[in-house]
């Protein structure tokens, strides 16, 4: 994967950022650091699947640090690498799941298992909860995806979410379904191969192609 900046200025960068806001001691940016070869791979695997243009550079996948989508997907998966193979305690990942915050404007937290593949476009606002995630889930600004009465979604492969939607509760979506702009979805099923849009308890379900 071809990366914007050198890897040790990228680590500098990460480390700074989350000193300046939260403090870091010795140990914890040594943390940082072994698990940084390991996030960029899963970048990288994610990444790979993109079809948006600044997700390539000439034809080889690409990580630049100063696009805010990018940078949100890979401090995801740098909380989420620390607090899987260091610290359930979760202090260190808290703070880099509280950077993604600060600066991305996603509430994405570090023990919410994503898929190994999702993307994101200008995901400002957006709220995904602890929800099952398919491969392939995308979304966009303030989605949200959370729980009613402490239970969450169950969400398919390949399922979209445009700007404004809403996942919560008793839902099983099923594979390639996309969720129309402004849709409110609560303790409803919805088949594969559909468009959904409208407001439970009164959604309107279209089938779309299965090219």
Known sequence: MKLEIEQSDLLKIIIKQVDNLFCVDDEEKKTISVVLNEVLKRCEYCFSFSVNKY????????????????????????????????????TLSSRIYYLNKCLNGLDLFY??????????????GSVLGRAQYGEFFSFS??????????IYPVIGKNVGMLSGSKILGKCEIGDNVIVAANTYIKDQSVPPYSLVFGSSPNLVIKEHSRK
């Open 111 to 124: 023990e919410v298992d994503m898929p190994q593949v999702f993307m994101l476009d200008h995901p400002v």
């Open 55 to 90: 997700y390539r550079k000439d034809g080889d996948v690409y990580f630049n640090p100063f696009h805010s989508g990018q940078y949100s997907i890979f401090l995801y998966f740098l909380s989420n690498s620390i607090y899987k193979r260091f610290e359930h305690s979760g």
């Open 141 to 150: 600004q303030n989605c949200t995806v959370g729980n009613n009465k402490g």
